[in-house]
């Protein structure tokens, strides 16, 4: 795959390594800025410019021809929103500091605010996102994020009209929030296109408010699909180049016949702004997720009650497998449906009813889309041989639920120490040039201040271990962490990987006493 920027490497990336967050931009005090609105129009496919250079070797001639957005931005632009958060008093939120991936603990500041200088301390009082609606009834999509903590929610359509919005539900864990609004007339919409036909290389457009800006138009092109970003269990993200900025997130992202293909939430950035790397929900998880908030006002999920890692090139040969792809299940958990089912470690799961599983996060989406109670057949190999399991899916526990018994959630164990972790990914792995084989916990963020950083540990560090006890995903660090810490720990061990390098670092849980770690 051709990549619009060349790969990031090294300590550029370890310094700056994460996905952040578009969160509001923080305008405390200031009006609203009005997002222009109209009744909708049918969608036509925008047309084409011809260009045509200066003659070349005396009368040859280049035609090149470019896509006009005009006609599509007029159709669409009157369904997407400004989104106001007026924040609960407690709410700590950064002006001007972006955060870091979906659903992830807290503030990602450590870049400072645009233009290198630092963000101020000061609580904001407001902040703006985006939003789009998907009904003539005010139905609206937007992030989770920018709607965290808010004591009122306001959206701004056409000539400065302001509608207050009801939060119908949100979904951390795919960081979707629904909301609606109350209106005398039918509203104009936009329809969700189908994500899983999109392919790199199609032009799209998107269409928010970055940093206040309402009605910003930008284009570009897919850059990819599928995209694991280390937010979550279920990145399936649509990598864009189009430029994406802080007050873009819940903006829609549009293809040339004027349908949604995703919602505009991360960049990767070292600065808050774009780079030319962002990233967006596919549509097709933002149709099963709202349309779960809007019956019901939570999300309902699958479970299968596995740890699973990827299969590499270098485990598919120690496994005899004749291609790399799909799970290799590391752990069964008990009294799960892949225990009762039969599933065991070292089994490689292929396919769940048909559909070809290429990593764990798509294992993770697969079966969380399966309602619980419902059959998955399981394709797998073991021991070089090719099986078929029938598992009767459960029911994910939510947020709220305890982790194996631990009286807290996993986030919360990494909160304690200030971490955010991801998985390593394949093209993670490729950009700390790591070895193929390597699987832990690849830390996405050190929160400042916290024993985690008093420790020295920095982001790109590969943790592989807690203790004596190696990990192999985040899941296992976490709730290694967390045994740890119910044993009513002083200190915390954690074997990592940085450059390359392994090594124990000592994290002091009291936050007065000094790290030992030089």
């Known amino acids: 795959m051709t990549e619009a920027h060349p790969p990031v490497r090294g300590p550029w990336l370890r310094r700056h390594l994460g996905a952040v967050l578009l969160a509001g931009t923080a305008l405390g005090g200031l009006a609203a800025i009005p997002v222009l609105a109209a009744p909708e129009v049918p969608v036509q496919t925008p047309t084409t410019t011809t260009l045509t250079p200066p003659p070349i070797n005396q009368g040859a001639a280049m035609t090149e021809r470019l896509p006009s957005f005009v006609g599509l931005v007029k159709q669409v632009e009157p369904a997407v929103v400004s989104v106001t958060n007026y924040l609960k008093p407690s709410a700590n939120f950064d002006e001007g500091a972006p955060q870091q991936g979906p659903a992830l603990p807290f503030p990602f500041n450590q870049f400072g605010a645009p233009g290198g200088g630092q963000a101020p301390q000061a609580h904001a009082m407001e902040a703006r996102g985006s939003g789009f609606i998907v009904n003539p009834d005010g139905l609206i999509i937007t992030n989770n994020h920018v709607v965290k903590d808010a004591r009122r929610v306001e959206i701004t359509m056409s000539g400065g009209e302001k509608m207050t919005a009801k939060v119908i539900g949100t979904d951390p864990r795919t960081d979707i929030a629904v909301l609606k609004v109350e209106a005398s007339h039918p509203l104009p919409y936009l329809k969700l296109g189908h994500s899983a036909d999109v392919e790199p290389g199609q032009w799209v457009i998107a269409i928010g408010n970055p940093f206040g800006l309402s009605e910003s138009v930008t284009a570009g092109i897919v850059s990819a699909v599928g995209r694991n970003i280390g937010s979550g269990p279920y990145d399936q993200f649509i990598q864009v180049d189009a430029p994406i900025n802080r007050g873009n997130s819940g903006g829609p992202l549009i293809t040339q016949d004027g349908k949604v293909i995703g919602m505009n939430t991360a960049i990767l950035s070292p600065s808050g702004g774009s780079i030319g790397i962002g990233f967006a929900i596919p549509s097709d998880t933002i149709q099963r997720i709202s349309a779960d908030l809007e019956s019901a006002g939570h999300v309902t999920r699958g479970y299968l009650g596995v740890e699973a890692q990827p299969v590499s090139d270098a485990m598919s040969k120690a496994l005899g497998l004749s291609t790399a792809g799909g799970a ?135 943790i592989v271990g807690v203790g004596t006890h190696a990990v192999q995903s985040p899941s296992q660090a976490s709730k290694a962490i967390g045994d740890a810490l119910g044993h009513d720990s002083k200190a915390l061990a954690l074997r990592i990987i940085r450059n390359g390098q392994p090594a124990f670092v000592a994290v002091n849980l009291n936050p007065n006493a000094e790290s030992g770690n030089g």
């Open 328 to 462: 290799l299940v590391a752990a069964v958990q008990p009294n799960t449906p892949a225990s009762h089912a039969g599933v065991q470690p070292g089994d490689v799961i292929r396919t769940v009813n048909g559909s070809a599983i290429k990593d764990p996060g798509g294992l993770a989406v697969s079966i969380a889309a399966i309602k619980p109670g419902e059959p998955a057949h399981l394709d797998i190999i073991r021991d070089g041989k090719q099986e078929t399991l029938d598992v009767k899916v459960a029911e994910l526990p939510n947020e709220q639920q305890v982790a194996q018994g631990g009286g807290q959630s996993q986030h919360e164990h990494e909160q304690k120490l200030g971490l955010a972790l991801g998985p390593v990914s394949p093209d993670l792995a490729k950009q700390l040039e790591l070895p193929n084989d390597t699987s832990g916990a690849v830390v996405m963020q050190v929160k400042p201040g916290s024993p985690a950083e008093q420790a020295g540990i920095q982001p790109g560090d590969v």
